[in-house]
């Protein structure tokens, strides 16, 4: 039972650049999200979905989309990189949205745009 | 604003010691309270998770309490282990849709 998976583990854009961030879950989970995480900051929420076919926006969406063709897998796409979006990016999910519901994080993907 | 607010920032303790670490929130409405542990280059992975009539949860030697009238939750490490270096976030969720409030962590750093 691999959980969470997040590919790749570390990247390096140049700005402008656009790339594909992948998470796969085979833990049939229905809720997937993407956070990004900041030095000194919590974890800001970006997109998340509450089933195949169903995205919304978060704290911080603006530079992302993001699109859920399948339970399984929820990737996040940076469509033109700039040096702010430099962070560690988390993907998680849940079962479903029920409020104790526990989430379950992926290793990260560390993201340096230059 | 909905806040969650840690302290201490950093804490370095000699291993087998006990130590506490500090969650104060502003968040409304409250569902519940949780506590992580995320180790360096690794994603968090949850120790506790409290409602609002929970008072105290245990997660082996960690125990998480939670007052809800201060809005003050701590985790309690006791006989701390090498292995428990690691960053701790302290997580509320809002009682409607996937609104998660992050605090900051406190980077805990155990020494032999």
């Known amino acids: 039972n691999a959980g969470v998976t997040q590919t790749p583990k570390f990247q390096v854009l140049k700005t402008g650049q656009s790339m594909t961030l992948q998470c796969a879950q085979d833990m049939n989970h229905e809720y997937m999200s993407w956070y990004r995480q900041d030095p000194g900051m919590g974890l800001r929420l970006i997109h998340y979905s509450v089933g195949a076919g169903i995205t919304d926006q978060g704290e911080v969406p603006n530079g992302y989309n993001v699109s859920r063709s399948t339970t399984e897998d929820f990737p996040l796409r940076l469509l033109s990189a700039a040096p702010s979006q430099t962070s560690v990016y988390f993907c998680?999910?849940?079962?479903?949205?029920?409020?104790?519901?526990?989430?379950?994080f992926g290793q990260g993907t560390r993201l340096t745009v230059v | 604003k909905n806040q969650v607010e840690q302290s201490p920032q950093s804490l370095i303790i000699l291993e087998g010691k006990n130590c506490t670490l500090q969650c104060n929130y502003t968040v409304s409405p409250f569902s519940n309270l949780r506590w992580y542990k995320q180790d360096t280059g690794r994603g968090p992975v949850s120790l506790t998770i409290?409602?609002?009539?929970?008072n105290t949860k245990s997660n082996g030697r960690y125990t998480a309490t939670l007052d809800a009238d201060t809005k003050q939750s701590s985790l309690h490490i006791t006989a701390s282990q090498l292995s428990d270096s690691a960053s701790y976030i302290c997580?509320?969720?809002?009682?409607?849709?996937?609104?998660?409030?992050f605090g900051p962590g406190t980077r805990l750093s155990v020494l032999p």
């Open positions: 409290m409602t609002f009539s929970e």
């Open positions: 997580v509320v969720r809002k009682n409607y849709g996937q609104n998660f409030v």
């Open positions: 998680a999910s849940s079962y479903d949205g029920r409020l104790n519901t526990e989430a379950f």
